[in-house]
């Protein structure tokens, strides 16, 4: 057996070194972009060898250095080394930037090798590491691995991908400030490969670019061509696998079939392993101690009048039916359920007679202090702390954000919108209170107009536009307006102006980056919005319940005599998946890698970690209006 292992060994590392690869054992302090100035090679080609080197790069890992195809033109550059450390202890009124001015060193430096300083400050009588270096001149530098190159007639991004054998995203990581419609004569940054080594897009072809978490299989019902067939024409699939971006060239005949969906949801129903009974607590602001609950009456009145009482019952009632739904498939749960009646003293009072160390997971409180008071105590035992609504006080290591950030949201209805490559004009409205995001939109679109709201004869803002502000703004063709505000008036006014505008040769999609009740406000026509294609970010999506065949939606209606709303279907999501994602693992840290993507009737999770700190869910829904019904954009 073991001769067998030894020539596999053998006839593996003959086939690499055959290709001209060399092998790199990682040495501390290393990084990729350092290991990549070393052999002459950009980071995207170690990647796309040792695709493992993404995640994480470990001591004593052994990567696959393809040859360069760089033209070898070195320039001097000096390099630090790490040869030892000095050790320091913190006296009264030192900082970090006097600590670094007295060695020498950056900032930066310290923080590296003393990494509780990323979260902490710095102490008196704390005993901190300093680097010592030495400098080491080498003639390579990760600079030859990019040159500059002129944007030529027809070319957009993907040609331009294409022809340096490169994807988009990583086109774009190579040039942050590059707009999304490319112009003839343009510099671009691009790898430094030799002339004959750029491959030359063929009009006999068509040409198709993979999108995210796109398999063979897809593509298979997509292209109707196997993997074999697309490797034939795309030789450099074989060593490199299917990525994010990448530009394959395809038969001209080929029909591409647009109802293909993504298929990246987990079904974690399918790998339940751990069916030990689950401890599951829910803190929620009931504040029972309010009400008479022996008078119906003023029950109902509390329902009705009492936004945190609605707002757990309805969350309560989705959970108990997701325990419903997992005992069915074998999961039991021991809930115990607590009255955080919204009060920090109730909190203290609920975690000094209780012991939580052995639960699963807590579920709550809803109000982030009192999260945040729940998470600091259990954090010593290390139990998952979910916040089902709300942003943190802090992301501590246990604790759970499952609703996505402000920014998180911005980010995905920009990347959408940056998806799009085909021509399109950019117009950004707001007011003066929205400047931070209107700035923020022009930096990613550099070409578009940015408009404000118009001053009053006072010069207070009045929140306003004439029709006149947009004359010669709009094109022919697709024209996409981003609106800005919390303002209903102005919501009102732009979205009316806007939508008056709209011809037979002017297409006005409106987007935002917020969707709040400015939005939603009387004066705002649902028509309007309707025939601007309106476009936003959202935590969920909008089930249509009135016609919904979901078995939840139909149980919820049998139990209760009404159809859930988005609190009780949270409720349900969030509940299901805990319950599934503990089913499936040893815990819910090992559930919770960012590879994981769930999605339920109106919420999905996909979670990843911060370096010092807890989970964020990174899941975002892109909907529009779509014929007066919200829809998921596509």
């Known amino acids: 057996m073991k001769k067998l292992v030894l020539i596999i060994v053998f006839l593996c590392s003959f086939s690499v070194f055959a ?9 501390g302090g290393e990084t990729i972009e350092s290991i990549a100035k070393m052999y002459l090679v950009t980071p995207f080609d170690i990647f796309a060898l040792n695709p493992d080197a993404k995640s994480s790069l470990k001591l004593d890992t052994v990567l696959i250095i393809p040859s360069t195809r760089v033209k070898n033109e070195p320039i001097q550059e000096s390099v630090k080394e790490v040869v030892g450390f000095k050790k320091h202890r913190v006296k009264r009124k030192e900082t970090l930037y006097s600590v670094s001015k007295k060695y020498n060193v950056e900032i930066e430096d310290i923080k590296k090798y003393n990494t509780r300083l990323y979260s902490e400050n710095l102490r008196k009588g704390d005993k901190i590491r300093i680097p010592k270096y030495k400098t080491i001149v080498s003639k390579v530098s990760l600079n030859n691995t990019v040159k500059k190159y002129t944007v030529l007639p027809k070319e957009g991004k993907w040609r331009v991908a294409y022809k340096f054998g490169i994807t988009v995203p990583q086109l774009d990581a190579l040039n942050p400030s590059m707009s999304e419609v490319l112009q003839p004569g343009e510099e671009v940054n691009v790898p430094n490969i030799s002339n004959n080594e750029e491959k030359v897009v063929e009009e006999t072809f068509s040409y198709y670019t993979v999108l995210k978490s796109e398999g063979f299989m897809a593509l298979g019902r997509k292209l109707g061509m196997t993997q074999e067939q697309l490797e034939q024409l795309n030789p450099d699939l074989k060593e490199s696998g299917l990525k994010l971006g990448m530009v394959l060239k395809v038969p001209a005949d080929a029909k591409i079939a647009t109802s293909v969906k993504d298929l990246a949801n987990t079904n974690l129903s399918n790998n339940l392993k751990n069916l030990s009974s689950k401890k599951i607590a829910l803190m929620l602001p009931y504040r029972l101690n309010r009400i008479d609950i022996d008078s119906v009456q003023q029950a109902k009145k509390a329902i009705r009048k009492d936004a945190y009482l609605s707002i757990s019952l309805d969350f309560h009632a989705g959970a108990l039916m997701a325990i419903d739904s997992a ?40 109000i982030p202090e009192n999260l945040d008071r729940v998470a600091s105590d259990l954090k010593r035992d290390n139990v998952p702390v979910i916040s089902p609504f709300s942003m943190p006080v802090t992301l501590h290591d246990n604790v759970f954000q499952s609703v996505p950030s402000g920014d998180l949201l911005e980010d995905t209805i920009i990347k959408y919108v940056k998806s799009d490559s085909l021509p399109k004009r950019m117009i950004i409205i707001s007011d003066s209170k929205h400047k931070r995001i209107s700035d923020k939109l022009k930096l990613e679109f550099p070409d578009a107009n940015q408009i404000y709201s118009r001053n009053d004869k006072k010069g207070k803002e009045a929140y306003f536009i004439y029709q006149t502000d947009l004359e010669n703004v709009f094109k022919n063709g697709k024209n996409i307006v981003f609106l800005e505000t919390d303002n209903e008036g102005f919501a009102s006014n732009v979205i009316s102006v806007i939508n008056g505008l709209i011809s037979d040769t002017h297409e006005i999609i409106l987007y935002t980056t917020d969707k709040n009740r400015a939005f939603e406000g009387r004066e705002i026509s649902n028509y309007h919005l309707s025939n601007l294609k309106f476009h936003y970010p959202s935590v969920n999506k909008t089930a249509d319940i009135g016609s919904s065949r979901n078995e939840f939606i139909k149980a919820y209606r049998r139990e209760y005599n009404v159809s859930p709303n988005k609190y009780a279907v949270r409720g349900f999501d969030l509940t299901l998946d805990l319950l599934l994602r503990l089913a499936s693992e040893d815990d819910l840290y090992k559930a919770s890698t960012s590879d994981i993507e769930t999605e339920y009737v109106e919420n999905k999770f996909r979670y990843s970690k911060k370096m010092f700190g807890g989970f964020y869910n990174e899941a975002v829904y892109v909907v529009k209006y779509d014929n007066l019904t919200i829809v998921e954009a596509e």
């Open 19 to 27: 290709q001209d690869y060399k092998t790199h054992k990682v040495k």
């Open 327 to 366: 005992k069915r498939l074998g999961i039991s749960t021991h809930l115990k359920v607590y009255d955080t009646r919204n009060q920090l003293t109730e909190v203290s009072n609920i975690l000094s007679a209780n012991d939580f160390s052995d639960y699963d997971v807590v579920i709550g409180p809803l």
